[in-house]
């Protein structure tokens, strides 16, 4: 399945956004979905996760009450709407696929990954 990642961009610490990640080549709600970021100098880390039909399986801490996932599999495609964003938010957000089951936070399980999109949070 090839992923494309888009929605990034500068916002105000207090601010929103809305990724979206799109979906094609192979059935799309056959996958767990997920959103990960990687900020400079750190580690990949997983941010949501939504399973094939659609129920959030998986907050970080750190985004739990400002951040939700979805997807909308008549169109294949996922999002990420964010609020009240923090200057911590700041990173490339990635969005991910795997068919497979398990560790859903880790990026080891996922087998398709999109290019990324960059969000910058400022002060």
């Known amino acids: 399945v090839q992923l494309q990642a888009s929605g990034g961009g500068l916002v105000q610490a207090g601010g929103s956004l809305r990724l979206s990640c799109a979906a094609s080549?192979?059935?799309?709600?056959?996958?767990?979905m997920g959103w990960f970021r990687q900020a400079p100098g750190k580690e990949r880390e997983c941010v949501s996760v939504i399973s094939a039909s659609g129920n959030p399986s998986y907050y970080a801490d750190s985004v739990k009450g400002r951040f939700t996932i979805s997807r909308y599999n008549g169109a294949n495609t996922m999002y990420l709407q964010m609020n009240s964003l923090r200057l911590e938010d700041t990173g490339v957000y990635y969005c991910?696929?795997?068919?497979?089951?398990?560790?859903?936070?880790?990026?080891?399980?996922?087998?398709?990954w999109g290019q990324g999109t960059l969000v910058t949070v400022s002060s």
């Open positions: 080549g192979r059935t799309f709600s056959n996958y767990i």
């Open positions: 991910a696929a795997t068919a497979r089951s398990g560790r859903i936070y880790s990026t080891g399980i996922y087998d398709y």
